[in-house]
């Protein structure tokens, strides 16, 4: 059975004036008396309304919020695990380029392994070293010091941002960021 | 608003103290969980989105506006959340019986099953007949005894829209309560000696 009929005051969601009540209390009363079905209606609501009000707030189980303290802590065991996962990660992927590196260097002779390992730092050096002398070439004077220590404190910065994010991944005090 | 003790408890929860937040949660659990198993249907899943709430709320304890009241953005998390949680699992409401059952299993404590005791089945399976969003504009109204305009800013709807969710919601409960009524006459005359 659809009920299509109850559209009265309290039933429906108007906000009325305190008159407006009044004649509204006055038009449903008429019509309770004239309608069997607007009455079962109606007892049917009161009947949910009284329902709902007799039923309880439901409570968790007791210890609820030692269970949350657990639920955080195995978070925040998990993020730092996560965070060692990948530093540990990061460090064997440059040991392992660097190994990279030296091996190809040392294929054609094995046994210079030591020079080969300077080799490679000094490459890394020249290349520093290029990147100024280009910037040499690019101009002579002012303008040349300029840039390189441009470049210098951009080097620089880009530096310590990666050390700063090793040690956040790392060290990092984890507080309300927990995922 | 948010009184002073409280304001002190969520500044301090936010600066990492967690025996602060621990305070928000003890404070909060009831309302919070309530909400969870009136939209969720079963302790179990009420149990994993209303602590999930709280992770979340310590999570954005620093977005959390002062001039909202607390109680209000908490069950907003705790909605979202289970919102969330019938998504992805699309659980469907569940009427006594499989409550039953599945709290059986899961041995709740006495407290929780004198708590599902003192709900009539005929209230159960009127709720569960509505949508999850008409049914969280029910729970705040009748449980929280919500006005519009706080049960509009809860679930994130305008004032008109709540009003027409609680209509239809009442059309749709009285059409379960009577159908109900009707069954159980029915039930009552067969049995009846003629």
Redesign the interface.
Known sequence: ????Q?DHWP???RDLTAAEKEREKERLERELKKSPELR??LS??Q???A????????????G??R???T??AA?RERRSQRQVNWLLGLLMMGALSALLLIGLDTLASPAQLGSAVIESVLRVGKLIGSGARYLAILGDGWPAFMGALALSAALAWVSVLWVAAMYRYAFGQI????R | MVRDDERALITAA?E?D?DAF?EI??RY???V??LC??LLGN?GD??DA??EA??KA??G??KYDPQRPFMSWMLAIAYNQCMDQLRRRRISWVGLEALFNRSDQQS??A??AV??L???E??QK?LSALSAKDRAA?VLK??YDYS?DEIAETLSLTNSAV??R??RA??E???V???E??ALGEGQNEISPA
Request: glycine content about 4%.
């Open positions: 059975m659809k009920s299509r109850l039933m429906d969601e079962k209606e049917a609501w009947a949910i309304e329902s709902f009000q007799e039923a309880p707030m439901v409570s968790p189980e007791r609820f919020a269970r949350w303290q639920r955080l978070r507080q309300n960021g927990v | 936010a990492g967690d621990g949660v003890e659990q009831k309302p969980y309530n198993y009136r302790h009420a149990e209303s602590q709280f992770m310590y999570r304890l620093k709740p404590s407290e929780v708590a599902a003192g709900e009539t005929s209230v009127a029910v009748y449980w519009y009003k027409s609680l209509h009442r059309r409960l009285m059409d309560w009577t159908a009524q009707l």
